[in-house]
């Protein structure tokens, strides 16, 4: 019995860490929300990125594994010389793939 109650704090204190975090010029990377593209912007790419949505039985808290997955794009968008990022997908089973901009001086409309 002690060992499932053992098991289970460390399972729900794994669950509420963040293991991505920000990287270099990420911070300046825009996301915008999923739909049309935006306009006087150049597609630079795609973006997959993956996180773990489950630790053994337990799921993780979906919001937390979406911005996960939102950091991560955002680390890899300076590699293609994006600067903004938009969901393709909706996250799922850990993975989502974003479509990468660049929009040096285009107003964009964000949410």
């Known amino acids: 019995m002690r060992i499932v109650l053992i098991l289970a704090a460390t399972s729900l204190s794994v669950s509420a860490c963040t293991f991505v975090k920000m990287g270099p010029g990420a911070d300046e990377v825009r996301v915008i929300a999923q739909g049309a593209p935006p306009v006087a912007c150049e ?5 997959d990125v993956s996180v773990k ?9 979906q919001l937390r594994v979406k911005d996960e997955l939102e950091t991560l794009a955002r680390n ?36």
């Open 43 to 47: 597609k630079r790419g795609e973006i």
């Open 53 to 61: 949505d489950r630790l053994g039985p337990y799921e993780r808290d």
């Open 76 to 111: 890899e968008a300076p590699s293609v010389s994006a600067d903004t990022i938009q969901p393709r997908s909706a996250p799922a089973d850990g993975a989502q793939r974003f479509i990468a901009y660049r929009c040096i001086g285009a107003k964009l409309v964000t949410d």
